[in-house]
């Protein structure tokens, strides 16, 4: 066996695996403090590798500056859409699954919005970096999955950072467990919601720029969180670090599969395998089984 | 007969035991009451009883029968009977149906029958809307039969979930916290509603709750939980004079 | 001509509608799989009839057969899991059918799909096969089973406490509706003439899933409506067809913000004067 060979497809698949993360994160946030799968995470994503791509072109050809506004940018497209189209819903007090299917309507939405006005044209971002290959060793890494994957950790590690240090992050942690919590600290819930989304949105937005960035910009690059939300799962509902792990070991196996197996029968393996795992182990790598209470 | 006996059943969540070592019995013809603070463990105790949650440790029998591993809708077929805290009544159908549903288990066709709508069938729903309409008049609900439960005042809704157990035909009925939001009038209107129910059904019944009105007054026999362990057990005089009860509740309402 | 196609289109898709209705009214469950069943009915058919030469009728009874026995295997493990992972599984298993059919390209064609097959689906047998299966939905929404699964659907625990069942009813449910989407799928091939992998993918099914929201969950002729004006509308307005879809998702947001019960909630299959007959008895 090729090690080396073996060791390149790894590293390209955790730098994947990084963005899998990252999307996990995004969306576990959210099904954290809401309890709700939010499938619109899939049109932020799209919407904010657009955007990314439009402001490049438009505005500066500087990744820096394109990609922290597209950061922001998506936060805040998050937000508009708790205000829109969940808050209404909890304020009603209607059931979770109208939650769930309005989130995927969202995804829907942005999805054929995009299709319909720029669907057919291709759109790639600038080239960022020349040389796109770094020779370490033996190994033939490219510069830009390196770079997925350094964004990716550091961010994951700043998140980490505001979830553990700031009043805001630890608002939202309690909330987690408890949705009144917050209101007892002082800090106003709605609120805290509001920036559980613009963090779930900037994640989003990152996500966007990268496989944007990486890939091409389509309206279907939104699709990929269906497989950060399969991290999120197998990471364990509710927990962060399980969502990352699930991330990277998902990128990695994909990676590896396809080079063994081929991209036809990958997909077959993957789901297969995820399926078994939830069965066996419905809680994921780190979660807790939380009960219905009666 | 010993209707239901409880043995050292535990159960915790993660790290923190909510229920450890609880036991008691219960015969027939009988009113006890389960009470403690808030967070002992009254509601996971029924939720052990019911199969709602499994349990860690201990033995649940019914009727001098096993059922500690018996999945939740068997022992609700086997007679036992319970309400809920937050009331539990189905939103998207209407009152008749609420009632229906707790008794199609006990009807016997099959789904192919169903679909066919054989006059078999037929019957035998007709039998089931004469039982769901008999119930409602028995607790004085016959008007709302055709609306939806949460348009009901609160009251009705707490009465609504009593008619519907009855509907199960149950040899034990399990109150949760039937008086919460109740006003006075409408608790002792309950207390009345439980009396009668129990005599003219020969019911066993056991109430968790915190209206202590309620529980001295109809109860015969009271567990007093706190931590998830029984501290006392005992008449409702003897109760009411036991220093670890006192202690448990200091600082609650009584 | 022109409008009786457009009928056959409509009711074809309204079979699916009804097909994820029986599980998302009945008992709460969403899918993001069910054109995973729909392709399953369709190759099962196509294959049948092209390259083993089964006649047509025995064709699209295999496909409602292999609905029937996948929808069971897949509820074996699957039902048991709280929604949003049902939601999931369903998604993967939806997406496993896909890179199957890719994949065996020697009895399915792959990507290429299958074409060739002859118009046997015409109006008459799709016009009666709705006709069916909204009679059948109809019987088991008004029967006891039908008040079960809606109360499963409102609250799972309280109904295991009435006595029900919940896994065993779920099941039925999952394997009513897998073959009649299976069922959907088959009339789709013979009446399209074409099928493929990608034929039904997990938009779709959520587009399946959305209608029925919108038509309400309560209402069998809510769904039914809402169905055939988002399918027909797509075959009138050609020019806006494309617009669609953004458009059926602001419809979707704001009627399950302003009127969730659907937009149709009131609709009833039977005039009211029916029902109220019924009822004074």
């Not at chain 3, 069922?183 to 003439?193: E, T």
């Amino acid at each position: 066996m090729n090690w080396n060979i073996l060791l390149q497809q790894i590293v390209n698949g955790i730098s994947l695996g990084g963005v899998y993360a990252l999307m996990a994160v995004g969306f576990g946030l959210i099904f954290n403090v809401l309890k709700f799968s939010n499938f619109s995470h899939g049109g932020v994503v799209t919407l904010t590798a657009y955007i990314g791509f439009f402001l490049t072109k438009y505005l500066v050809a500087n990744f820096i500056v394109t990609f922290l506004a597209t950061a922001i940018l998506g936060g805040l497209a998050a937000v508009v859409i708790e205000r829109l189209v969940f808050r209404p819903i909890r304020r009603k007090g209607y059931p979770i699954s109208m939650l769930i299917v309005n989130s995927i309507t969202v995804a829907m939405l942005v999805q054929q919005f995009f299709a319909v006005t720029l669907g057919s044209d291709y759109y790639t971002y600038p080239i960022f970096i020349k040389e796109t290959a770094l020779h370490l060793g033996d190994l033939t890494v490219s510069k830009i999955y390196l770079l997925m994957l350094s964004i990716s950790a550091v961010v994951l590690g700043a998140l980490s950072y505001v979830l553990r240090k700031t009043k805001i992050g630890i608002a939202i942690r309690a909330a987690s467990s408890d949705i009144s919590t917050p209101s007892l600290m002082g800090v106003n819930v709605d609120f805290v919601i509001s920036v559980a989304f613009f963090f779930s949105g900037v994640l989003g937005g990152i996500t966007g720029y990268l496989l944007g960035m990486t890939f091409t910009v389509d309206p279907f690059v939104g699709s990929m969180i269906l497989k950060g939300i399969i991290a999120s799962i197998l990471g364990g509902m509710g927990s962060i670090l399980g969502g990352v792990i699930a991330g990277l070991l998902l990128g990695a196996a994909e990676s590896l599969l396809i080079a063994e197996i081929g991209a036809a029968l990958t997909p077959i393996v993957i789901y297969g395998a995820i399926i078994l795992l939830l069965l066996i182990r419905p809680q994921g790598i780190a979660g807790r089984i939380t009960e219905v209470k009666a | 007969m010993e209707i239901l006996k409880v043995e050292g059943i535990s159960k915790h969540f993660g790290g923190v035991v909510a229920v450890e070592n609880f036991s008691m019995s219960q015969g027939e013809n009988q009113i006890s009451g389960i009470i403690g603070p808030n967070g002992a463990g009254k509601t996971t105790v029924f939720n052990l009883i019911t199969g709602a949650t499994p349990v860690d440790q201990g033995r649940v029998l019914f009727m001098e029968r096993e059922i500690t591993r018996l999945p939740a809708h068997c022992r609700a077929d086997l007679g036992i009977a319970r309400t809920f805290q937050n009331i539990r009544l189905f939103r998207n159908l209407s009152v008749l149906d609420n009632m229906k549903v707790a008794h199609d288990m006990k009807v016997g066709y099959t789904l192919w029958e169903e679909m066919l709508r054989l006059p078999r069938v037929r019957k035998l729903e007709r039998s089931i809307d004469e039982k769901a309409r008999h119930f409602l008049t028995y607790l004085g609900l016959e008007s709302y039969a055709d609306q939806k439960p949460q348009n009901l005042p609160y009251g009705i809704q707490r009465r609504l979930e009593l008619a519907r157990t009855l509907m199960t035909e149950p040899r034990i009925l399990l109150l949760d916290e039937p008086a919460a939001g109740l006003n006075p009038h409408e608790v002792r209107g309950l207390m009345e509603t439980i009396r009668k129910i129990q005599e003219e059904n020969s019911l066993t019944i056991v109430i968790v709750e915190h209206h202590m009105e309620l529980i001295m007054n109809i109860c015969s026999l009271i567990h007093v939980l706190d931590f998830g362990k029984k501290i006392a057990e005992g008449e409702p005089e003897a109760i009411k004079k036991n220093e670890q009860v006192l202690q448990a509740y200091l600082g609650e309402e009584v | 001509m022109f409008y009786l196609k457009v009928l056959e289109i409509t009711s074809l898709y309204t079979i699916l509608v009804l097909g994820v209705y029986l599980m998302t009214g009945l008992t709460g469950l969403f899918s993001l799989g069910q054109g995973g069943f729909v392709s399953i009915g369709a190759y099962t058919a196509a294959i049948a009839f092209l390259r083993f030469g089964v006649p047509f009728p025995i064709a699209l009874a295999l496909a409602v057969v292999m609905g029937a026995v996948l929808g069971f295997l897949v509820g074996i493990p699957t039902l048991r899991l709280r929604r949003d992972y049902f939601l999931l599984v369903t998604f993967g298993l939806g997406e496993m059918v896909r890179a199957g059919l890719l994949y065996l390209a020697q009895l399915t064609g792959g990507a290429l799909g299958m074409a060739g097959l002859p118009r046997k689906a015409g109006l008459p047998l799709i016009l009666g096969s709705i006709v069916v299966i909204t009679f059948i939905t109809y019987s088991l929404k008004r029967s006891r089973f039908g008040r079960d699964c809606i109360a499963i659907r409102d609250d799972e625990l309280a109904a295991s406490m009435m006595g029900i069942n919940v896994y065993a009813h779920k099941m039925k449910v999952f394997i009513i509706s897998s073959a009649t989407t299976a069922y959907g799928g088959a009339l789709y091939a013979f009446n399209i003439l074409f099928i493929e992998p990608n034929l039904f993918n997990w938009l779709e099914s959520a587009k399946l899933i959305i209608i029925t929201f919108v038509g309400g969950l309560n209402s069998i002729a809510g769904v039914i409506a809402a169905s055939a004006i988002y399918y027909s509308f797509g075959e009138f307005f050609r020019f806006i067809d494309v617009w669609r879809d953004v458009l059926l998702a602001v419809v979707v947001v704001l009627v399950i913000i302003f009127r969730p019960g659907g937009l149709f909630q009131g609709l009833s299959l039977l005039p009211s004067k029916l029902k109220a007959m019924r009822r004074g008895r």
